[in-house]
């Protein structure tokens, strides 16, 4: 999807997607240490960003629309932190090699196969050795509840894909579950998710 895409989608005073930070990134925080180095990959309007930067972490968010990367260093401001932003297709983005402590993925399901496999294949080369994915997504029973998310099955997670992408990793916790979100306008209501925590040997 285009950085024109998401601009529009992005260009109203409201977060649609809120201020407060995915309930999942939020119940790791205990993996979140002061001063380590954490990538919030299409952070979007910043909600996990900034959450992980108030909790000490020096914090680069990515994402492909400059609109939505103004209102996060709006809310940054606001909640008296700094994040690092860059304006960038993650789809084109030059993953540095174990850069990272921590990488946040939460609901990066934009991209389709093949497309989707450099992302993985990006989040595996820029984490440093023991460091951490918390990754949250849909599972294709998605499509049922339309609560969020593309309305493709192609896009969705399921615990043996995760496994795939990384089963050579300690897999900390995967999760399958149907959980009530409420995050801003455009993730509101009953969904089919799946959750990940995995360390890199």
């Not at 952070?43 to 959450?51: H, L, S």
């Amino acid at each position: 999807m285009s950085a024109d895409f998401w601009n529009e989608r992005f260009a109203t005073d409201e977060y649609i997607f809120g201020t407060a930070p995915n309930v999942f990134l939020a119940s790791q925080q205990a993996l979140v240490r002061p001063g380590m180095r954490a990538l919030a990959v299409a952070d979007g309007e910043g909600r996990n960003g900034v959450w992980l930067a108030e909790q000490g972490a020096s914090v680069h968010a990515i994402d492909v629309s400059p609109l939505a990367l103004e209102k996060a260093q709006k809310l940054a401001a606001e909640r008296g932190v700094t994040l690092e932003t860059e304006q960038a297709d993650i789809l084109d983005w030059q993953w540095p090699e174990a850069a990272y402590d921590l990488v946040a993925a939460i609901f990066i399901q934009f991209a389709p196969p093949p497309a989707r496999d450099r992302i993985i294949a990006g989040i595996r080369r820029t984490l440093k050795p023991g460091g951490v994915l918390v990754l949250q997504g849909y599972t294709p029973k998605q499509l049922e509840f339309g609560t969020g998310g593309p309305p493709s099955a192609a896009n969705m997670y399921t615990a043996d894909l995760l496994r795939e992408w990384f089963g050579d990793w300690e897999i900390a916790h995967l999760a399958e579950h149907e959980s009530f979100i409420s995050e801003g306008s455009h993730h509101h209501g009953m969904s089919a998710l799946i959750d990940l925590v995995a360390i890199k040997p």
